[in-house]
């Protein structure tokens, strides 16, 4: 079982390059996000999706654009890389965002913006 | 404005010592709260989820408890290894619709255990 799937693992950017990273899952969760994650720092929602075709913004969603064509994908799109989104990026998938929902989360996707 | 803090923020014990890791959060409506581990360079490996309603949940050698209404959890690790070295997140899941359920982070205690 894959569960949540990223791609790539590391990229390297320049300033003002454009990069798509690539958010599947295999649970059939109507819930995706994503999160980045910045040295000595906690998770920052970028952006959530509560099923196909609904998407909407987190805490930190400027620089960002996302779609929700299917319930397995959540791509996280950069239209024009900035050093300060140089981070780790998680996506993660949920049933619901009920008691008892469990959240998975993906590998990450290291990316450097220069 | 939920906020979840994690005290101590690093940790290192020597091998089989019992430990407990602290989090705290400002709001007490919480739909739940989980525990994570991170290994540097990886994702996130979910440890343990209690709900609102329960008060404590074991894998293992893994004990989280949660006092809701204090806004407070624990995480007992007992017999420490030198495998339990990595980054241990808690975050919750607030009720409110303002963040729309979604997880709240803290920053994480990194726990170093030594042979």
């Known amino acids: 079982n894959a569960g949540v799937t990223q791609t790539p693992k590391f990229r390297i950017l320049k300033i003002g390059q454009s990069m798509t990273l690539q958010c599947t899952q295999d649970m059939n969760h109507n819930y995706m996000y994503w999160y980045r994650q910045d040295p000595g720092m906690g998770l920052k929602l970028i952006y959530y999706?509560?099923?196909?075709?609904?998407?909407d913004k987190g805490e930190v969603p400027n620089g960002y654009n996302v779609s929700r064509s299917t319930t397995e994908d959540f791509p996280l799109r950069l239209e024009l890389a900035a050093p300060s989104q140089t981070s780790v990026y998680f996506c993660a998938s949920s049933y619901s965002r009920g008691r008892n929902t469990e959240a998975f989360f993906g590998q990450g996707t290291r990316l450097t913006v220069v | 404005k939920q906020e979840v803090t994690q005290i101590p923020a690093a940790l290192s014990v020597p091998e089989g010592e019992n430990l407990v890791l602290n989090c705290s959060f400002t709001?007490?409506?919480?739909?739940?709260l989980q525990w994570f581990r991170q290994d540097p360079g990886k994702g996130l490996t979910s440890l343990l989820l209690i709900q609102s309603s329960q008060r404590e949940q074991t894998s293992g050698r893994l004990n989280a408890s949660l006092d809701k209404s204090s806004g407070r959890s624990t995480l007992y690790i007992a017999a420490s290894q030198p495998g339990d070295s990595a980054t241990y997140l808690c975050?919750?899941?607030?009720?409110?619709?303002?963040?729309?359920?979604?997880?709240?982070f803290g920053k994480g205690t990194k726990l170093s255990v030594k042979p």
């Open positions: 709001d007490s409506a919480i739909y739940n």
């Open positions: 975050a919750v899941r607030p009720e409110d619709g303002g963040s729309q359920g979604n997880l709240i």
């Open positions: 999706s509560v099923g196909a075709g609904i998407t």
